[in-house]
């Protein structure tokens, strides 16, 4: 009888909680946030939710040391515990944060030679999914070997057209230069003058010699 006056009490207390968008009572717990606060998720229109939110407001210091925090690569739920903040806020700054950054993130190539310049840079890539794994994104990045500041960074699908849109967001001036791009310990492309040479498959398997390069830089200048 005690069980059963306990479990009716629950159920009454659940059934009583609307979803704080569609106003439907078809709602479940789902886990809880990151202060323990119980979580709801509401079966009618999938909004996750909290009874009585306390908005807290996180001051313009705390927000400066989170930013170092991510350049600095602290795992988000560890800046999380840290600062003690939530990871939709977090997730949240951190999209405000990219969509203040201007296209070229700044980014500027300091020659360490006056008179010949080589900038080697790195691309890397990193997969998650929104929402579910049929919506998979990937984050793309080019960094200056160096430095390791990044000169640009594009998320999106893993294609052609994503590979294109990094590549139109580095600076200006690197675009024009020639540069060698090279794979897996193996020259596979040439970008000169602006513009994509590539070798034939059956050339892959070889190293490229100067010479080979030097005479495509001439027939580029030619054309």
């Known amino acids: 009888m005690r069980i059963s006056n306990i479990f009716d009490e629950k159920i009454g207390k659940l059934m009583k909680i609307c979803c704080t968008q569609c106003q439907s009572q078809t709602v479940r717990k789902n886990g809880s946030i990151h202060s323990g606060k119980q979580k709801y998720k509401c079966l009618a229109c999938h909004k996750q939710f909290v009874e009585e939110p306390q908005n807290k407001i996180i001051s313009d210091d705390i927000k400066e040391r989170i930013r170092r925090s991510l350049l600095e690569r602290v795992s988000l739920e560890g800046i999380c515990r840290i600062f003690d903040v939530s990871m939709p806020w977090l997730l949240g700054f951190m999209e405000k944060t990219f969509q203040s950054l201007p296209e070229d993130l700044n980014a500027t190539i300091i020659a360490e030679n006056d008179e010949f310049e080589v900038a080697v840079l790195e691309g890397d890539e ?55 791009t090279q794979i897996s310990s193996r020259f596979t492309m040439k970008l000169s003058h602006g513009r994509n040479i590539v070798l034939s498959a059956k050339n892959l398997g070889r190293q490229v010699t100067l010479k080979d390069l030097i005479a495509r830089s001439d027939r580029d200048v030619q054309d």
Do not use: C, Y
């Not at 998979?136 to 960094?143: A, F, R, T, Y």
């Not at 594009?154 to 967001?169: D, P």
């Open 126 to 180: 990193m997969w998650s999914f929104v929402g579910s794994k049929s919506n998979d994104q990937w984050l793309w990045l080019v960094m200056h070997s160096s430095t390791r500041q990044i000169l640009a960074f594009h998320v999106g699908k893993r294609n052609k057209a994503a590979g294109e849109a990094l590549i139109a967001k580095l600076p200006e001036e690197l675009k024009k230069k020639p540069t060698f």
